[in-house]
């Protein structure tokens, strides 16, 4: 009778989960913005299947180090707000909000790095008491306009993954952008190409993925990327080998917690940054 009982409920939250995805995908390219109405959705689901495990899985930590990694989309307007339909707010930040979280992030003693930084410190056993990352997914213009000036403000470095397919489309950062961002003390890693889901497509395309927009980053920005981001968090062993094989140090995933110990640079995990203050300072001190 309780496996039964199991099993009805995880098919009714399921059944939850498909109402939600069909009831808010009418807003989701607003929300994220992605140039693909399926990826959006996608990242909805995935988002909300995520949270369906997290709340049936016990997790263990295998981890004792403390290092967040935030992981921020897009930055509005502070007059830009969300609408009440728009029900993901984790792929928008307001501006003002974000100046007041890296302000906060300071006053409470964190020390920003790139991921780069972050390795090398861990590996030469000189990580300062309270490390962090912050970084941006996709490349939207908006990352230039309105966070970039406030990292410059605190003197914080970030990291910025970029799927190249869409640089220098009319919401995305064009390669003068990301010099600027490189000249600037940012780090740069890669996304992809198109952003795709990479255990949905023929290993045939990793190539053309993981390599070719690889490729393109270094020859337009003259530097070395060493840093890679699942796209939608979507990986698996082989893609771990082919991200690997492609000459990738790390790889940045979904998985939610600030516990990062590092010893496996291809599973890393992360802590998606709130669109309030509040919300983020508990996060961190969980």
């Known amino acids: 009778m309780y496996v039964v009982k199991q099993h009805l409920k995880t098919f009714f939250t399921r ?17 994220h913005g992605y140039a693909d109405y399926g990826d959006a959705l996608d990242n909805e689901k995935l988002e909300l299947e995520t949270t ?26 502070p007059d830009l707000a969300l609408s009440p339909t728009q029900t993901s707010k984790k792929f928008c930040v307001q501006s003002d909000v974000f100046e007041s979280q890296m302000k906060m992030i300071l006053q409470q003693g964190y020390t920003p790095l790139t991921i780069q930084e972050l390795i090398k410190e861990e590996q030469n056993s000189t990580l ?8 941006f997914d996709d490349g939207w213009r908006s990352q230039y306009e309105m966070a970039l000036p406030v990292l410059l403000k605190y003197r914080i470095p970030a990291t910025f993954y970029i799927y190249t397919g869409v640089i220098g489309s009319p919401a995305y950062m064009t390669f003068d952008h990301l010099k600027e961002l490189v000249q600037d003390g940012m780090e740069i890693g890669d996304h992809t190409k198109s952003h795709v889901r990479l255990t949905k497509i023929d290993p045939s395309r990793f190539n053309e993925e993981l390599v070719g927009s690889k490729h393109v980053l270094e020859k337009n920005l003259k530097i070395s990327i060493s840093d890679f981001a699942y796209p939608y968090g979507s990986y698996n062993g082989t893609v771990i080998d082919a991200v ?13 917690g600030i516990y990062n110990d590092f010893k496996d640079l291809y599973q890393l995990n992360v802590l998606y940054a709130p669109s309030d203050v509040q919300t983020l300072q508990e996060m961190l001190n969980k």
């Open 244 to 256: 690997r094989n492609a000459g990738y140090i790390s790889a940045r995933t979904s998985k939610k």
């Open 15 to 31: 059944a939850k989960i498909e109402f939600l995805v069909a009831a808010i995908s009418v807003s989701l390219l607003a929300v």
């Open 52 to 77: 369906l495990s997290n709340a049936a899985t016990n997790t263990i930590k295998t981890s004792t180090t403390t290092i967040p990694i935030l992981v921020y989309h897009k930055i509005n307007k």
């Open 128 to 135: 300062p008491t309270k490390p962090i990352a912050i970084t």
